[in-house]
């Protein structure tokens, strides 16, 4: 039987952390996945989850997504579902979801682009938690069939540099950064 954790052990044993405050979030997560059947689980005060930034490489543009519990234009990304293991199955199928967007993929690859935990406000019965998102690019290659998945969840195409600018959330203006290195033409700055 195969190992459930495989997938997600093996991709933070690839990654490495790029500044100190991400080292000590990969700290939790190695730590997180060490001591749980099921790290993602939703009932724990921190689990994983998975997300992406939605690009369209021709035009260097990033969708974003309003998230209203959060108040903020954010990338797309969420909880595991009932027998999924790996983080960029998970990120693909909510960028579907949440994108309309048929056509996703692993851009430039299928790397980890950022770790991040945060926290998530309470609402309702769920307490305030935190979420250990892993982060990767996915693109499209058909910018115009985003779709939102709901009236109350907006999307937006925004340049990088002007989503960069726009974040207030370090761990946002952080991923975002990293998704404009990535999607910058070769010899540009």
């Keep these: 039987m195969a190992d459930p954790l495989a997938p997600l052990t093996a991709l933070l044993d690839d990654y490495r952390a790029q500044d100190?405050?991400?080292?000590?979030d990969l700290a939790?997560?190695?730590?997180?996945?060490?001591?749980?059947?099921?790290?993602w689980d939703r009932s724990t005060p921190?689990?994983?989850t998975g997300s992406a930034f939605v690009v369209h490489p021709d035009t260097r543009r990033v969708?974003?997504?309003w998230h209203e519990r959060q108040q903020a234009w954010l990338h797309v990304g969420g909880h595991f579902d009932s027998g999924e293991t790996d983080p960029l199955d998970v990120a693909l199928?909510?960028?579907?979801?949440?994108?309309?967007?048929?056509?996703?993929?692993?851009?430039p690859d299928a790397r980890l682009v950022h770790l991040a935990v945060v926290p998530v406000p309470a609402k309702g019965a769920e307490p305030a938690h935190e979420h250990a998102d892993l982060r990767f690019v996915l693109a499209t290659d058909v910018p115009g069939a985003a779709s939102?998945?709901?009236?109350?969840?907006?999307?937006?195409?925004?340049?990088?540099?002007?989503?960069?600018?726009?974040?207030?959330?370090?761990?946002?203006s952080e991923s975002l950064a990293r998704v404009?290195?990535?999607v910058r033409p070769p010899g540009v700055r």
Excluded: K, Y
């Excluded at 100190?20 to 000590?24: A, F, K, L, N, S």
């Design 20 to 24: 100190p405050v991400e080292e000590t």
């Design 28 to 39: 939790r997560v190695r730590e997180l996945v060490e001591t749980s059947d099921a790290p």
């Design 46 to 48: 921190l689990h994983v």
């Design 63 to 65: 969708l974003l997504r």
């Design 93 to 107: 199928r909510e960028g579907r979801e949440e994108t309309g967007l048929p056509d996703l993929a692993p851009w």
């Design 148 to 172: 939102a998945e709901r009236p109350g969840a907006p999307l937006r195409w925004l340049p990088l540099p002007e989503a960069v600018a726009s974040s207030d959330l370090p761990n946002l």
């Design 180 to 182: 404009e290195r990535l």
